[in-house]
């Protein structure tokens, strides 16, 4: 599991003592005041979620996630709230959303070494038609086939859905569209 500096000084005390567990070899050094207490073999972006805890796995990064693409982008693309500090990694696309609409959809999920914060289905098809002009149009016809195919399987939950979108701005228009291209 990843831990803090902080976590780890309750634990061994001092810095004297993280440095003794990281010569002896029971802790690794994951990032900057990051560590693992198990074999470091976590992913980039578990060790990404784990510096980054309020940041939200979205966008192409979420579609793969989910399983709705086959294209694994390069760089994972996250989103913070406004007040959030720069996310300084080569490997991460941030953008920045108001704190009441970041919030809207977040899952959690559990891995071996952490959290990884990604939106739901239900919020990420939101986002795809509220960013549908930021989508190459073979990648968004794609994702609107896996929804089909969730929505015949009765994995979308429509009504989780419909109290996602009075939250944003045309989300009356986003719901009509989604009803008219995915039932």
């Excluded at 074999?39 to 796995?57: H, K, M």
């Excluded at 959030?84 to 920045?96: D, G, I, N, Y």
């Excluded at 704190?99 to 939106?119: C, K, S």
């Excluded at 289905?121 to 960013?131: A, C, Q, T």
């Amino acid at each position: 599991m990843i831990r803090t500096t902080a976590e780890l000084l309750c634990t061994y005390g001092s810095h004297y003592g993280i440095s003794k567990a990281l010569a002896s070899g029971k802790l690794s050094k994951v990032g900057h005041g990051l560590y693992c207490d198990e074999a470091p073999e976590l992913s980039e972006l578990e060790a990404i979620c784990a510096a980054y805890p309020n940041a939200v796995l979205t966008a192409e990064s979420a579609f793969a996630y989910h399983g709705l693409s086959d294209y694994v982008p390069d760089r994972y693309a996250f989103v913070t709230p406004l007040n959030a500090h720069r996310m300084r990694s080569a490997k991460v696309v941030q953008s920045f959303m108001t704190n009441d609409i970041v919030r809207i959809g977040v899952a959690e999920v559990n891995t071996e070494h952490g959290v990884i914060r990604v939106y739901d289905k239900e919020r990420m098809l939101i986002e795809l038609f509220r960013l549908k002009r930021k989508f190459p149009p073979d990648y968004f016809r794609e994702v609107v086939n896996s929804y089909r195919a969730l929505a015949k399987e009765e994995k979308i939950d429509f009504r989780t859905l419909a109290s996602y979108c009075p939250w944003f701005k045309k989300g009356s228009l986003i719901k009509a569209r989604i009803e008219e291209v995915i039932l």
